[in-house]
């Protein structure tokens, strides 16, 4: 069964304090790895998809990379706005109907 | 913002009744998914309907069904609510099926609550 654990739970950055969000995976034959940002109350809002190990994707202040156990989520310079949960998804060829989720890890950017 | 639209936003409930959520999915798109989300926790995948039909499901009891229409759009019913169905309801649309399967987009959600 595919797994996604996401490291931390909770992550709190100064503004202009860069870091980075993990996502380590488990699955049988990687499709694409998904990130989303969720708003508290909202519908998760899709940032990337990366498809293969060596894979690298850059919106504005975020960067998203993978490798063949992980992906990471680097915040360069953050903003409060930047303040949200961000998920981590797979899709993989073992259950490739769905997505398989990380709990999230819940950013806040202190101004 | 996507094109997905759910209705309603919120519902409240009774232990016992049933209910209806619906999701329209962005145009173009043949492939609805159901996700619960509890909270705290990730989106769980409830199940998805491709061009009508169901195409996979998780781990729901029956009393967790849906619908998929022409126009794709799509109906999620919960029987005999439980307490334990509080929760966010997501619907996300996207092309195609299986390995070919393109990104999921999800609407804002309808929230649960059963009292």
């Known amino acids: 069964e595919d797994q996604v654990t996401q490291s931390p739970e909770a992550l709190r950055l100064q503004e202009g304090e860069s870091s980075s969000l993990n996502c380590s995976y488990t699955v049988s034959g990687l499709r694409g790895l998904f990130w989303y940002r969720q708003d508290p109350g909202k519908g998760p809002e899709f940032l990337f998809t990366l498809y293969s190990a060596g894979e690298e994707k850059e919106k504005e202040r975020l960067k998203a990379t993978l490798t063949k156990k992980e992906s990471f989520l680097h915040i360069t310079a953050p903003k409060p706005e930047d303040s949200a949960t961000y998920l981590c998804a797979v899709h993989s060829g073992g259950s490739n109907y769905k997505l398989t989720f990380g709990k999230g890890t819940l950013l806040t950017v202190n101004p | 913002e996507t094109g997905v639209t759910q209705s309603p936003t919120h519902l409240i409930k009774t232990r016992g009744q049933q209910v209806t959520l619906r999701c329209s999915s962005q145009s173009g798109h043949n492939t609805v998914s159901w996700y619960q989300q509890a909270l705290g926790q990730g989106p769980q995948f409830i199940f998805q309907y491709y061009r009508e039909e169901e195409n996979g499901r998780g781990n729901f009891p029956p009393r967790f069904s849906g619908l998929q229409f022409p126009n794709y759009s799509s109906e999620l019913n919960v029987n005999a609510l439980e307490l334990d169905d509080s929760a966010l309801y997501l619907c996300?649309?996207?092309?195609?099926?299986?390995?070919?399967?393109?990104?999921?987009?999800f609407g804002p959600g309808t929230r649960l609550l059963v009292l």
């Open positions: 996300a649309s996207s092309r195609g099926q299986g390995w070919d399967q393109e990104t999921q987009y």
